[in-house]
Structure formats: structure tokens, C-alpha cells
């Protein structure tokens, strides 16, 4: 099917940046909307920032301004251009595909697909 790995967590400064990667592997027939969502310790799954197909984003009120989404259909990749941290961007993201996969020459979906989550820590 899909398999969605992230990279590109980690602890930074207040203030700083980083960028996270989203790379979508498997029997991908298409994807359509891909997105990041973020899991702060007892708090809900939160959306961040998601991107359809064509380019059109939607951010997080909290994030507008700060983060960029972008993806590379080629690469069947996502990134999330995080500037401007603060600490209570604190959570676990998580990279979120809606695609179709190929099965037997057919589309098969789509389907809601999950990466692992990574860490990303901002120290005050």
C-alpha cells in the first residue's frame, strides 16, 4: 500500500527553524491532499498545515506566517518549513497522506495513511 516515513525533527532554540520531510513510498497510484498534524503531551492531535494536490495550502491559525508547506510530486514528498519557533510548537508530527495505490493495474481507495510521528523539541 502507502508508507509514509518523517525526518528532519529535533531540539532547537525559540526562534529557530527546521524542516521537516515527509517521503511517501509503496504502490502509489496518486496522492491527493498530504498534511501535518501535531500531538503535543495530553493535549489532542491538532492539524498544522495541509497541501492539495494543485498547491493550495490551509495553516493553522497558531502557525500562519511561520511554517510553509510545500511538497514535490515527483518525490511523492511533503516538507513543512518550520521558522520562528516557539515552545509551544513542543509536540510529536505526525505526516498525513490521503492516497490512492495500484492493485493489479487498478487504483485501489483512497485511503488515510499516517507516518510514525517525529519529535520536535523548542527550548525557551
Known amino acids: 500500500q502507502v508508507q509514509l516515513v518523517e525526518s528532519g525533527g529535533g531540539l532547537v532554540q525559540a526562534g529557530g527553524s527546521l524542516r521537516l520531510s515527509c517521503a511517501a513510498s509503496g504502490n502509489i497510484f496518486s496522492i491527493n491532499a498530504m498534511g501535518w498534524y501535531r500531538q503535543a503531551p495530553g493535549k489532542q492531535r491538532e492539524l498544522v498545515a495541509t497541501?492539495?494536490?494543485?498547491?493550495?495550502?490551509v495553516y493553522a491559525d497558531s502557525v500562519k506566517g511561520r511554517f510553509t508547506m510545500s511538497r514535490d510530486n515527483a518525490k511523492n514528498t511533503g516538507y513543512l518549513q518550520m521558522n520562528s519557533l516557539k515552545p509551544e510548537d513542543t509536540a510529536v508530527h505526525y505526516c498525513?497522506?490521503?492516497?490512492?495505490?495500484?492493485?493489479?493495474?487498478?487504483?485501489?481507495?483512497?485511503?488515510?495513511?499516517w507516518g510514525q510521528g517525529t519529535q520536535v523539541t523548542v527550548s525557551s
Open positions: 498525513n497522506a490521503v492516497a490512492t495505490y495500484e492493485r493489479l493495474g487498478y487504483a485501489e481507495g483512497p485511503y488515510n495513511y
Open positions: 497541501i492539495t494536490s494543485g498547491g493550495h495550502t
